[in-house]
Nanobody
Framework: QVQLVESGGGLVQAGGSLGLSCVIS???????????LGWFRQAPGKEREFVAA????????YYADSVKGRFAISRDNAKNTVYLQMNSLKPEETGVYYC??????????????WGQGTQVTVSS
């Protein structure tokens, strides 16, 4: 089993920045696992959408077009942690941000593990 725990959400004004963290644990997960970590968000009344992802091996990154140039995803293998740095935040990006993981090397497909989410509120 793999467990994911997000943290770092909070309240920020439009144009501000916020950093999120996701800690990965579980006996089947190692530094060499073929695993992809993704960030998703769900705004009030909207469906969940993909934000960014990173492969644990190789560190290949993927971004939704809406966040390119503003968000940055990264990982720290030694700490079993993935990060999402969010800059120039917009009010419409308010929502619950989830860390998710899937076995494999690409971000496409169903995700096997999900965190509980962390609330991000961007005020106007």
């Amino acid at each position: 089993q793999v467990q994911l725990v997000e943290s770092g959400g909070g309240l920020v004004q439009a144009g501000g920045s916020l950093g999120l963290s996701c800690v990965i644990s579980g006996g089947t997960f190692t530094r060499y696992s073929r695993y992809v970590l993704g960030w998703f968000r769900q705004a009030p009344g909207k469906e969940r959408e993909f934000v960014a992802a990173i492969s644990w091996i190789g560190g290949n990154t993927y971004y939704a077009d809406s966040v390119k140039g503003r968000f940055a995803i990264s990982r720290d293998n030694a700490k079993n942690t993935v990060y999402l740095q969010m800059n120039s935040l917009k009010p419409e990006e308010t929502g619950v941000y989830y860390c998710a993981g899937r076995w494999g090397m690409r971000p496409q497909g169903s995700y096997d593990n999900w965190g509980q989410g962390t609330q991000v509120t961007v005020s106007s």
